[in-house]
């Protein structure tokens, strides 16, 4: 009878199949991590020893999925974002760390204003940004809005998961909110919809496409946000928008179109692309 294999031998056999395929070789012990609940320390205590035969065997199972073009994400239903682990399915966007870079600039601006703002996270698909404004502000209102009901079931899962308080409601871009607020938030469809051949097959296959792409080269949401979204800020109210890195100028000429007393101010991210947009309505 043959001895089955240490857990360092597999990893080994697992991580040839993946550079092969040109993929990740740290997806496999993603994959592992995930469904053991092991962290790096006990991956290691356990190298020498073979895996349980079912963990083994979904192990595999998920290696072959993932070669097959699977996320990891999609694969254990989570991932991580701004230190909170969100679930996700592909009803979602996976929730990626540039926009974590929009939120620490939502928090940093706030940094000094009263408590109790009212906030809305527009197109919120599984919670991540509003969650996360709420997990750094309890005190703070937050309402999650999408027109996907499946997107709007997992912002409400999540938001149970790490018992945040906040409103969901369903509808089209704006039109579901009632009042006014001190800040939305959104990370809008941005590309281009003949962009998709340049575009990760991964991606396209598994993630919802309703949340990737947008007509008008990409700036749909960015016009239709321009006409509507001053009536439902409070004065002095912001606006903060993800874009993407070749729309700077483009963003702000529609916002500037659209009212001549409003202040657009680009902010690049980590690797020094314009990605970010904070956009102020100042009094008439």
């Not at 540039?98 to 939502?106: A, G, K, P």
């Not at 239709?224 to 004065?235: F, G, I, S």
Request: charged share 20%; net charge positive; glycine share 6%.
């Amino acid at each position: 009878m043959d001895k089955p294999l240490i857990l360092a031998q597999l990893l080994r056999q697992l991580k040839r199949q993946v550079q092969v395929a040109d993929g990740e070789l740290a997806a496999v012990e993603s994959l592992l991590l995930g469904i053991t609940g092991w962290s790096r320390i006990e991956l290691l205590r356990n190298l020498r020893q073979p895996l349980p035969t079912k963990t083994k065997n979904q192990l595999i199972k998920l290696t072959n999925q993932y070669l097959a073009g699977w996320p990891v994400q999609y694969l254990l239903q989570r991932a991580d974002f701004f230190g909170h682990e969100f679930y996700v399915d592909p009803a979602v966007l996976i929730p990626r760390p540039e926009t974590e870079e929009l939120v620490e600039w939502v928090l940093a601006d706030t940094a000094v204003q009263p408590a109790a703002l009212r906030i809305a996270d527009i197109g919120t698909g599984s919670g991540a940004i509003g969650i996360s404004l709420k997990m750094a502000h309890p005190n703070w209102q937050v309402v999650l809005s999408d027109i996907s009901a499946a997107a709007l079931k997992v912002a409400q899962k999540n938001a149970a998961k790490l018992h945040a308080d906040v409103t969901c409601c369903q509808g089209d871009l704006l039109t579901p909110l009632a009042g006014k607020f001190d800040l939305i938030v959104s990370n809008p469809p941005y590309i281009a919809v003949n962009e998709k051949k340049l575009m990760d097959k991964s991606v396209l296959e598994h993630e919802p496409q309703q949340a990737l792409f947008a007509a008008e080269n990409g700036l749909y949401f960015y016009r239709r946000l321009a006409q509507q979204v001053q009536k439902y800020l409070r004065p002095a109210g912001r606006l903060y928008l993800e874009i993407g890195f070749q729309q700077a100028a483009y963003v702000k000429e529609i916002f500037f179109k659209n009212s001549a007393q409003v202040k657009v101010t680009i902010k690049k991210d980590i690797a020094g692309k314009n990605r970010m947009v904070r956009v102020v309505y100042m009094e008439e």
